[in-house]
């Protein structure tokens, strides 16, 4: 039951995170809020997968679904991190190196989905 109530708090403060930098995105057209709002959302699938909460709530009829979508949600969190950090801190102009190793990474990670 305590930790019920405890995941519904989180999953409280990730919708207002979610729907705090969709506006924010929607009111300044920025495409890193675009990436944040997405890694925020996939963070909250993630965390909802590991607890069991997705397979009961959002996918109930799959489990096959219910066991693949902590690796494919885990992988889109990966991915979605290091290209909100690539835009942000315009890796391809300042750090030329960092930016091609996280598009090795983020190729590795599309290779694990698959």
Excluded: R
């Excluded at 109530?5 to 929607?26: A, D, E, Q």
């Excluded at 709002?37 to 909250?44: E, F, H, R, S, T």
């Excluded at 885990?74 to 942000?88: N, P, T, Y």
């Amino acid at each position: 039951l305590i930790k019920d109530v405890l995941f519904g708090i989180y999953c409280g403060v990730i919708l207002v995170m979610f729907f705090y930098n969709l506006f924010i995105f929607f009111t300044v057209k920025d495409k890193n809020y675009l990436y944040y709002v997405a890694y925020i959302l996939i963070v909250g699938l993630t965390q909802a997968c590991l607890q069991g909460y997705s397979y009961k709530y959002l996918w109930p009829n799959s489990p096959y679904f219910a066991n693949f979508s902590f690796f494919l949600l885990s992988s889109l969190v990966a991915i979605f991190a290091m290209e909100f950090m690539k835009m942000f801190l315009h890796t391809k102009k300042n750090v030329p190196t960092l930016h091609f190793i996280t598009n090795i990474f983020i190729i590795i990670y599309f290779v694990c989905i698959i």
